[in-house]
């Protein structure tokens, strides 16, 4: 009896133990069900990140290779291309150009590239007139951004005579938003040095900013020997610049050259900065073309340039718009004789890398002026 009790209450006391057991076990695996879904989580979390993080790389490098990094006050409001629509606005009426635009079969509404749809409402034409200049620096700039112009005025754009050449410098606006025709009427009796025209100044109007260059360049200054288009926030070595025109290999027509770029695909992504519609421009992939930042050209192509637009359809990326013109002329871009002049972005300043470049990429107006300042400094470079 005794036997059958202890052995009855042991089998109880064992089967309570077990269910002891599983109440304690199944606890610990809920909760390691859920430490794998939560992980599972984190994980899809992680790679959703480095995706998305590697395309915003992507697209850094193509801005690497295509110079649109900065010129951040840059403010997309006119709707003068099919655009994201967070860049869209309506362009107000007065704003409209001389030139009636492009409608596309599909609705698509676009300002035609060739310069003279518009007009020049501050201009210096004697500028090539008194002096025939070695060099004309053309320096596409927003009517607001005064601080980059006046860096400029104190850098290299102040220098007239280089290495024997005579050197211009002259900053091209559109309209903007403000009326702030007085002020810049003011700005330019002091300096000389303004050229604008009726377009509406915005970042998807670069291309017609760039095509009014050359305009300008073909009805005014074109006896000069070279240009360089240059944007406002470029340190140039302008002593280099000139040595490397005076070279003997260097041609005096049809000649094209800076940070030459091959094979740049278009970008697609309506959510870039970038972003070009195909209806604008149905290759996948770019002519050859050199960055927008800064690239020199012979100047007997403005003329070429502005005739062959007739019959270019505009896409609001400057350079390789350019690039394009050179293709439908079947002319061959050149390499620089040194292309490691040619520079994009810096980590630091460092005077003897200075000394030996051309172009670099800057962050700011007082950047240039301190590392032009630190440049010219008595004493060795390296």
């Known amino acids: 009896m005794g036997d059958q009790k202890t052995g009855s209450g042991g089998k109880r006391l064992k089967r309570q133990s077990v269910e002891s057991l599983c109440y304690q076990k199944k606890p610990s695996l809920h ?5 794998l879904l939560l992980l599972c989580l984190l994980v899809f979390i992680l790679c959703f990140y480095l995706f998305n993080l590697t395309l915003s790389w992507q697209e850094k490098f193509l801005l690497h290779r295509q110079q649109w990094f900065f010129n951040k006050s ?16 309506v362009i107000p009426e007065i704003y409209k150009t001389t ?16 310069p003279r749809n518009y007009r020049f409402i501050i201009d210096n034409p004697e500028t090539c007139q008194k002096e025939t200049p070695f ?28 290495q024997g050449q005579l050197v211009a410098t002259l900053f091209m606006l559109g309209r903007s938003g403000e009326d702030d025709s007085e002020k810049l009427k003011q700005e330019n009796l002091q300096h000389h040095d303004l050229i604008q025209s009726d ?41 280099n610049l000139v ?16 940070n030459i770029m091959w094979n740049i695909p278009v970008i697609r992504s309506k959510d870039s900065k970038w ?50 013109c050179m293709k439908k002329l079947e002319l061959e871009l050149t390499p620089p004789p040194n292309p490691s002049q040619f520079k994009t972005y810096n980590t630091k300043y460092n005077r003897c890398e200075y000394s030996q470049i051309i172009t670099y990429i800057l962050g700011s107006p007082q950047e240039l002026v301190n590392y032009w300042t630190d440049l010219k400094k008595p004493g060795p470079h390296c």
């Open 99 to 114: 030139g009636p635009p492009t409608v596309h079969p599909e609705g698509i509404q676009y300002h035609q590239a060739y």
């Open 243 to 258: 040595i490397m025109l005076k070279k003997a290999e260097i041609p005096t027509k049809e000649y094209l050259t800076g």
């Open 135 to 162: 060099l004309v620096l053309m320096v596409p700039v927003e009517p607001s951004n005064v601080q980059a112009w006046d860096a400029i005025r104190q850098t290299w754009g102040n220098e007239s005579l280089v």
């Open 275 to 324: 972003y070009v519609p195909e209806e604008m421009f149905p290759d996948s992939k770019y002519p050859t073309y050199t960055m927008g930042m800064g690239y020199i050209f012979s100047n007997d192509l403005p003329e070429k340039f502005v005739e062959v637009s007739k019959m270019i359809k505009p896409f609001n990326i400057e350079d390789a718009y350019i690039g394009m």
């Open 74 to 89: 840059n403010q997309v409001n006119v709707s003068a291309y099919k655009v994201h629509p967070k860049h869209k606005a």
């Open 31 to 35: 909760f390691w069900f859920q430490f």
């Open 199 to 239: 377009f509406m100044d915005t970042y998807v109007n670069l291309t017609i900013k760039t095509m009014v260059i050359m305009d300008w360049l073909t009805t005014r200054c074109r006896n000069a020997t070279y240009t360089m288009k240059v944007d406002s926030d470029m340190f140039l070595n302008i002593d």
